[in-house]
């Protein structure tokens, strides 16, 4: 007497073998992390792109950088992104200027590295989950596809120890298999899709970044020389340009 076989979807996972159980269960677990990884990667990055929008507008908007820098000590969340990168360069400015005998020559490549060193950190703190989006899209359909592979050979190992064989015998088996792939794509795609969208997002929140280094330690460095007279002499005058271009206000120093 034939036992009727349930082709519901939950039916068929629940009559898998025990390694395509343990199959499914590691990609849906994989998937379910992958998605976690998902959402809290694209709320830091938009609230670190809300955090370099509002810096930028408020740092180009003109005074100094003793006042942004008190602006930015106020604010919430100003330990991470473009504000943190511009606290590392500004308190190494201050380090060097309490000393009383810093030049331009030294203090400017003081500031980079400290700037740098920020940028570090900021870049390994959004970067932080990548390296599981792109494992996971990876080995998922290969996981999957071990669980197809592994069900249907168990049901044709059971297909030939009977006399009779039917397709009705098979199916059930293959169709069970068949739901690893599907699982393993399930989990793959949307963590490929993830990782690519967020490190290109990466990669332009570090350009600002760079881009905004360099625009500091210009500033840092003009206004050093601007203060040290023994570092201009009388034939040196500002020539106007050529063609003025509105441009933004860069803080003093």
Do not use: C
């Not at 990884?37 to 370099?52: E, H, W």
């Not at 820098?69 to 106020?74: F, G, I, M, S």
């Not at 400017?108 to 959004?126: C, D, F, G, K, T």
């Amino acid at each position: 007497m034939n036992v009727a076989t349930d082709m519901s979807l939950w039916g068929l996972v629940m009559q898998a073998s025990l390694l395509v159980k343990l199959v499914m269960l590691s990609l849906l677990l994989a998937s379910v992390a992958s998605w976690i990884v998902i959402f809290s990667k694209r709320r830091l990055l938009k609230q670190t792109q809300n955090d370099m929008e509002w810096f930028e507008d408020r740092f180009w908007s003109g005074g100094n950088l003793k006042d942004i820098y008190a602006e930015t000590q106020q604010q919430a969340d100003t330990s991470r992104g473009m504000p943190s990168i511009f606290r590392g360069g500004y308190e190494e400015l201050k380090r060097q200027r309490s000393g009383g005998h810093a030049t331009p020559q030294e203090t400017v490549p003081s500031v980079q590295r400290a700037m740098r060193v920020a940028l570090s950190r900021e870049l390994e703190r959004l970067e932080r989950g990548l390296a599981m989006l792109a494992t996971i899209g990876s080995i998922s359909p290969y996981v999957g596809l071990f669980g197809t592979v592994w069900g249907i050979m168990s049901a044709f190992i059971a297909l030939g120890n009977v006399k009779q064989a039917s397709l009705s015998m098979v199916a059930p088996g293959i169709a069970e298999a068949l739901i690893a792939t599907a699982m393993g794509l399930f989990a793959a795609i949307p963590a490929v899709v993830a990782y690519n969208f967020f490190s290109n997002k990466v990669d332009f929140i570090e350009n600002r970044f760079q881009t905004f280094m360099e625009e500091m330690s210009g500033i840092v460095e003009r206004g050093m020389n601007a203060a040290s007279p023994a570092t201009r002499t009388a034939s040196e005058k500002p020539r106007p340009a050529a063609n003025p271009e509105p441009v933004r206000t860069p803080p003093e120093l």
